[in-house]
């Protein structure tokens, strides 16, 4: 997480990650924007480049190849990454209304989620065909195909539906793979049988009739059937409908056809061409309101038609950062003026392609060399990330230059000036109040005094027979996402409370938030105690109150106070285990040097939002199962990292350890780090504890070795369950949710030596 010594002024979403975004995202990172908080919201943190796709089909490129990592491009820029589904837009109020978690608020709004097949529009489609966008759905699809075709033994009919240049490469590529997939095994790749169908006249008909003849001889020579003026008006399993009445076997079905805009856009007002397209003018501003831009195959032009090509969504990224640029600063936007003719170069999926431009064809396997040689670089702009450590950024604009009004000048130089400590530092009450006040933390019966009944302190009952369980935690955030942050740190907090076997009561927050201006600030607390309330309601656990004051970097701990049988018999302690019990633990270990990565640019976006699904898993259930299945010793993973969380296991329990360091769950990632040489800033203070390892001279090699001592956040539960039980204990756990719980090594008796852990592979 990139800390700024600007206040926040102003909020950009991105809604998509489109061409036009992964574009106008690196521009801002290379020229920032002081003052400007840049948000990108999308469903997919791996965006493709529509011009390598056909490749990566065609096994030319792999997965990464042809993907821009959103997660990382976005950390570049300093901008927050949202990984969900936007669901409308609240213009009035101006922000971008999201499933299952708050609205986002914006200043200014840029769309760029591309286009998406209509295959609502044609019965059975939506069910029986496989539509080429979203891509990440049609990768999986994809994926399943390759691995039904190489268990083929008989005939089968691939079909693709579109005649555009998107079908007839699709088609050519995923022929040349799949045969060529069949031949490496041995097995008759004329059993594939594949069929284009068009509703026009022709295929490729935005091309010259030169380039057309071209694809049409191909075509041929390949053996796929083409069918022109055939509209397909339903998909049954097996078998495509046309208008006229004709039938055409299909085993599986590929749209490419009837493109349109998301559905969430029917509701914005924003004026809408017949395929549900934003209409935009000259300047790349919808038509109704002129806080919300639009780019990309999502947008219509409504000076001229244009085609929905990749080379118009990236030119239009540059003008796109000029408009919101100039929109920022209160100056008008300038026209985009597209070219009239472009490159296109069509690959025909075994290293050939043709370029088309206007009335001009040409082909050859160079002309695909060439192709490759565009764009892999068009591709380093985003995979080869410069060096952006504090000095090396390019120089900013004035903060200044952001267009405020008369009270926001007034709060912003505020937010600037030397801020007071003691209680000087403390939130404003009219902030908090509204930040706080649409918040709804369960209510308890033994919460007398709360949150929303306000006094110097809360009061909460001890109900008779019970004890108090204290524990406090409390740290900076380490992610761009306030919600997500919350979630994690509330998550964090109730872990000791999960693994000492109580139930947790009630919860008091302390959180530190940049100053700036009250809007920003408001809704920065709102996001991030939304994220900690709903982890708090599912566990039962009310927050009660807290304290919320001015720091440089966001933070946020919570004190959680929860119960127990005051006899203490279900208490799970740390020092309880037993000789010939099994080691468990319930999450996969990483997160230390993932994040570290991630500050520096150098994690995979999936790796850190796989991290992030593993952070967010309470331990509430966890825990209730290793209390059934008998556990003698238990508690959750976090900073010490795993070797120290474990000696604080072994001595008060008077026993040694095995650790299988083959067995340890990992997070993606993890040990891609560690051989990048990435840990974490409590790596060394944490390998200090390597003095209680008997052999680590045999393992200090290993890349698995630093994860050892790789501290974590919301980590999972290390417990020692009897080894009779341990077999069912898992297989409940995994049940439960908890997917990598794994059996890690075994507790045995103490031993003459003063390392109590051995390890071995």
């Not at 979403?13 to 975004?21: C, E, F, N, P, Q």
């Not at 769309?111 to 979203?134: D, E, F, L």
């Not at 169908?197 to 935005?206: F, K, V």
Request: aromatic residues 6%; proline residues 6%.
């Amino acid at each position: 997480m990139q800390v700024s010594e600007q206040p926040i002024l102003r909020d950009l979403v991105l809604v998509g990650g489109g061409h036009s975004h992964v574009v106008a995202l690196r521009m801002l990172a290379m020229q920032p924007e002081p003052g400007l908080r840049i948000t990108l919201i999308c469903t997919d943190i791996d965006t493709p480049y529509s011009g390598m796709l056909p490749g990566y089909i065609s096994g030319h490129y792999s997965f990464d190849e042809v993907h821009i990592d959103l997660g990382r491009l976005a950390s570049f820029a300093g901008a927050r990454f949202i990984h969900g589904e936007v669901t409308g837009l609240d213009r009035t109020n101006q922000r971008v209304l999201l499933k299952d978690r708050p609205s986002v608020p914006y200043d200014l709004l840029s769309i760029n989620t591309g286009s998406t097949p209509n295959v609502r529009q044609v019965k059975g489609a939506q069910a029986h065909a496989v539509p080429v966008k979203p891509i990440a759905q049609f990768n999986l699809r994809w994926l399943n195909l390759l691995e039904r075709v190489r268990l083929l033994r008989d005939r089968f009919t691939i079909a693709v539906v579109g005649g555009g240049a998107g079908g007839v490469e699709l088609v050519l590529s995923m022929q040349y793979r799949l045969r060529s997939e069949l031949q490496k095994l041995g097995r008759n790749p004329d059993w594939l049988h594949f069929v284009l169908l068009t509703a026009g006249d022709s295929i490729l008909p935005t091309h010259n009739p030169g380039v057309r003849a071209r694809f049409a001889r191909v075509l041929k020579e390949r053996h796929v059937a083409v069918h022109t003026r055939a509209e397909v008006h339903q998909v049954a399993p097996g078998c495509l409908h046309t208008l006229d009445g004709r039938t055409f076997d299909a085993d599986e079905t590929m749209w490419v056809t009837q493109a349109g805009g998301p559905t969430w856009l029917q509701g914005t007002g924003l004026a809408l061409d017949e395929n549900g397209f934003v209409k935009v003018n000259d300047r790349l501003q919808t038509l109704d309101d002129p806080k919300v831009f639009a780019a990309g195959d999502v947008a219509s032009f409504t000076n001229r038609p244009l085609e929905k090509a990749g080379v118009f969504a990236v030119r239009m990224g540059p003008p796109l950062v000029k408009n919101l640029r100039l929109s920022l600063r209160g100056q008008p936007p300038v026209a985009f003026n597209p070219q009239r003719k472009w490159l296109a170069l069509i690959s025909t999926g075994n290293r050939y392609a043709v370029a088309s431009r206007g009335s001009i064809g040409f082909a050859g396997a160079w002309v695909w060399t060439w192709k490759d040689w565009i764009d892999r670089r068009f591709m380093r702009q985003f995979t080869e990330l410069p060096d952006m450590a504090p000095g090396a950024a390019p120089s900013a604009t004035p903060a200044s230059s952001l267009a405020l009004s008369a009270e926001e000048s007034r709060q912003a130089i505020s937010a600037i000036a030397m801020r007071c400590g003691g209680c000087g530092a403390k939130v404003g009450a009219s902030i908090l109040t509204r930040a706080l006040g649409s918040l709804q933390p369960i209510e308890r019966d033994d919460v007398l005094i709360g949150l929303h009944s306000p006094d110097d302190a809360a009061v909460v009952r001890v109900p008779p027979g019970t004890a108090m369980v204290h524990t406090v935690d409390f740290f900076r955030s380490f992610i761009d996402d306030p919600y997500l942050f919350g979630k994690v740190a509330a998550n964090h907090a109730l872990g000791d409370i999960f693994a000492m076997g109580a139930e947790p009561q009630s919860a008091t927050a302390i959180a530190t938030v940049p100053p700036g201006l009250e809007s920003k600030v408001e809704d920065l607390l709102l996001q991030m105690m939304t994220g900690a309330v709903e982890v708090l309601n599912a566990a039962g656990c009310a927050l009660v109150g807290g304290h919320t004051g001015e720091g440089r970097e966001l933070a946020l701990g919570f004190a959680i106070n929860g119960l127990i049988d005051e006899n203490m018999d279900s208490v799970m302690r740390k020092g309880g285990m037993q000789a010939g019990d099994v080691l468990l633990l319930t999450k996969p270990i990483g997160t230390g040097t993932l994040f570290a990565a991630h500050a520096r640019h150098a994690a995979k976006g999936r790796w850190i939002d796989a991290a992030l699904k593993s952070m967010v898993v309470s331990n509430q259930v966890g825990a209730q199962i290793l209390r059934e299945h008998g556990a003698t010793a238990c508690t959750d993973l976090t900073g010490f990292g795993l070797l120290g969380h474990l000696v604080e296991m072994t001595r008060p329990s008077g026993v040694d350890a095995e650790l299988q360091l083959g067995a340890l769950p990992l997070l993606d990632g993890a040990v891609e780090c560690i051989e990048a040489g990435i840990v974490s800033s409590l790596q060394p203070a944490n390998v200090r504890l390597r003095r209680a390892l008997r052999n680590a001279g045999d393992f200090v090699k290993d890349p698995r070795y630093p994860l050892l001592f790789d501290p974590q956040t919301a980590g999972g539960l290390l417990a020692s369950v009897p080894a009779d039980r341990a077999a069912d204990c898992i297989r409940s756990l995994q049940a439960a949710g908890y997917l990598h719980t794994a059996a890690i090594g075994r507790v045995s008796g103490a031993s003459d030596s003063l390392e109590p852990v051995v390890l071995s592979a």
